[in-house]
T-cell receptor, first 111, second 117 residues
Framework: QQPVQSPQAVILREGEDAVINCSSS?????VHWYRQKHGEAPVFLMI?????EQKGHEKISASFNEKKQQSSLYLTASQLSYSGTYFC????????????FGKGTRLSVIA | DAGVIQSPRHEVTEMGQEVTLRCKPI?????LFWYRQTMMRGLELLIY????????DSGMPEDRFSAKMPNASFSTLKIQPSEPRDSAVYFC???????????????FGPGTRLTVT
């Protein structure tokens, strides 16, 4: 039931774009995205509810395709501060179930 | 606001000893979550409370683990006896839940790094 994230790791140069995917084998009600910098706690980025909406946070946006049971996180014109591990957490379509987090995607942005 | 507070930040103990981790959620939040993070398994939910009541403890590994929330401002996670495989970072997170759902923005504490030798 753990969602699968891809890629596992990615290295970018400043200004480049990246896409992180999160796929589930179960129907989903919502997808949550968090970022964790090394040695720190995860920090909330955004929640997407089923309905295919897209949200944005600074130059980071995400989409949720409930039919495909997947979400994608888009990082545009990456900055050094974007480095960290990105986690998706998924809530099953039955609702009121705790989030299950993927194993994360490690993003490194270099100058 | 001080955010979620956890103590201790680091704990090193010997196998067989009892370990107690503590968490103070953000004032006004009504849900509290305990997670364990390892390289192998990622971020796993152990248990969560809503209005101080344990709702789902299916993630608790075994009887050696127990959690309590005696009031809205304090929770503990106890491991007795501890084993080397319990070594991990343990996070506490809190959230303010309204309506019928349970999943809202979670605020994580700094974590407790536990090492069991």
């Amino acid at each position: 039931q753990q969602p699968v994230q891809s890629p596992q790791a990615v290295i970018l140069r400043e200004g480049e774009d990246a896409v992180i995917n999160c796929s589930s084998s179960k129907a989903l009600y919502s997808v949550h995205w968090y970022r964790q910098k090394h040695g720190e706690a995860p920090v909330f980025l955004m929640i997407l509810l089923k309905g295919g909406e897209q949200k944005g946070h600074e130059k980071i946006s995400a989409s949720f395709n409930e039919k495909k049971q997947q979400s994608s996180l888009y990082l545009t014109a990456s900055q050094l501060s974007y480095s960290g591990t990105y986690f998706c957490g998924t809530e099953r379509d039955s609702g009121n179930t705790p989030l299950v987090f993927g194993k994360g995607t490690r993003l490194s942005v270099i100058a | 606001d001080a955010g979620v507070i956890q103590s201790p930040r680091h704990e090193v103990t010997e196998m067989g000893q009892e370990v107690t981790l503590r968490c103070k959620p953000i004032s006004g939040h009504n849900s509290l979550f305990w997670y364990r993070q390892t390289m192998m398994r990622g971020l796993e939910l152990l248990i969560y409370f809503n209005n101080n009541v344990p709702i789902d403890d299916s993630g608790m590994p075994e009887d050696r683990f127990s959690a309590k929330m005696p009031n809205a401002s304090f929770s503990t996670l106890k491991i007795q006896p501890s084993e080397p495989r319990d070594s991990a970072v343990y996070f506490c997170a809190s959230s303010f839940v309204t309506g019928t759902g349970i999943n809202y923005e979670q605020y994580f504490g700094p974590g407790t790094r536990l090492t069991v030798t």
